[in-house]
């Protein structure tokens, strides 16, 4: 394109001038597609190649023009240099821009692939932890069940033996009578426990009105406390706290929780206590009592199935209760903070509003 402006320069005559000033501005054309092609390099190569052609053209064929016409026409040339200079610059400015994004972009794409890798191995040890865990959860149930079966399956089968032999007196006979009859009463609430705990639990809608429940395990347990004249009070649970927990799952925590201290508080002083608080969000639900307190051993697996605190204890009892506080979007722990006896603290949604969440109570 520059040579072709050049021949046309120097073939157009002198005296059309207006000819020359147009391909003179035409010249800016190569100039800036060099600079922006080739950057600051070919800007001004282009440029200064353009300024010797068109000083020869302004000294041979225009030099019988004004000075001013010429001066004029020398800072084209200038302009040219600039031109070329200032559009090469911000070219070569724009590239190491684009280069820089590009090779930012490359590293984010190594870093997102090198992250991927990292999530799904993460995810594999996750899953195989996992897995491990569901085998030692399984074993540990085994076993657990093994042992609980084990034992009033012995008692049964001494019973039987004894029932069996002829020489057996009545009163013997009734004696073995019963204790067969309670192994067997044993062994059921074994397998009816370890079913309860087994069994999904369906998403089952419901609030609890807590003081009320409690009122209803007060009188659940009336008779077993009143053979050992134990204290239950409730009475520092707010009547009108609710908690978004089905009733009867409620009951059944409560309920067991309750029988627990039941057996471990001492006869004639023992007190079992229920209190509760609300910020609107969850409700925190306290019970404690006068016991010897938990078995240090056997604190860390508290929850765990088949883990009992007293001998005639299945061991499920608890760990259906933290199944059923867990369905309903709480917690429970022990406290085991110093204090004497022992204190469960149990953490539940608040449903104070279930009248507006269409729940029933």
Request: with cysteine; net charge negative; proline share 5%.
């Amino acid at each position: 394109m520059l040579v072709t402006l050049s021949v046309a320069h120097f073939l157009t005559p002198q005296d059309v001038l207006w000819v020359h000033d147009f391909l003179f501005k035409v010249t800016y054309l190569p100039i800036v597609l060099a600079a922006l092609w080739f950057g600051l390099r070919g800007g001004l190569y282009l440029g200064l190649t353009t300024c010797a052609i068109y000083v020869i053209h302004i000294q041979t064929q225009l030099a019988g023009h004004h000075q001013h016409a010429q001066t004029s026409l020398f800072l084209e040339l200038v302009l040219y240099l600039l031109i070329g200079g200032v559009v090469g610059w911000l070219s070569d400015q724009q590239r190491a821009a684009r280069d820089r994004l590009s090779s930012a972009n490359a590293q984010l794409q190594r870093s997102l692939e090198s992250l991927r890798e990292k999530t799904e191995a993460l995810l594999a040890a996750e899953e195989s932890l996992r897995q491990a865990d569901r085998q030692r959860a399984a074993g540990q149930i085994a076993l657990g069940l093994a042992h609980e079966v084990r034992n009033p399956l012995g008692g049964i089968v001494g019973a039987a033996e004894i029932l069996a032999n002829p020489d057996t007196d009545a009163t013997g006979r009734a004696e073995f009578a019963a204790v067969l009859s309670r192994e067997v009463k044993r062994l059921d609430r074994v397998i009816t426990d370890l079913l309860d705990f087994a069994r999904p639990t369906a998403a089952a809608a419901g609030v609890s009105h807590l003081r009320q429940e409690l009122d209803f395990v007060e009188k659940l347990t009336t008779g077993p406390r009143g053979k050992k004249n134990v204290a239950f009070d409730n009475s520092r649970v707010p009547a009108d706290l609710v908690a978004a927990i089905p009733p009867d799952a409620f009951r059944q925590v409560a309920l067991n929780l309750t029988l627990n201290a039941l057996n471990a508080v001492p006869a004639e002083s023992g007190r079992i206590e229920w209190r509760a608080e609300g910020d609107g969000r969850m409700i925190t639900l306290v019970i404690t009592d006068n016991g010897p307190g938990i078995d240090p051993s056997v604190v860390g697996r508290l929850f765990e199935p088949f883990v009992s605190t007293t001998p005639e204890g299945t061991g499920l009892g608890l760990a259906i209760v933290a199944r059923l506080v867990g369905d309903a979007g709480g917690e429970i722990h022990l406290d085991n903070s110093g204090t004497p006896g022992t204190k469960f603290v149990v953490q539940l949604p608040s449903a104070e509003d279930y009248a507006g969440q269409g729940l029933k109570p």
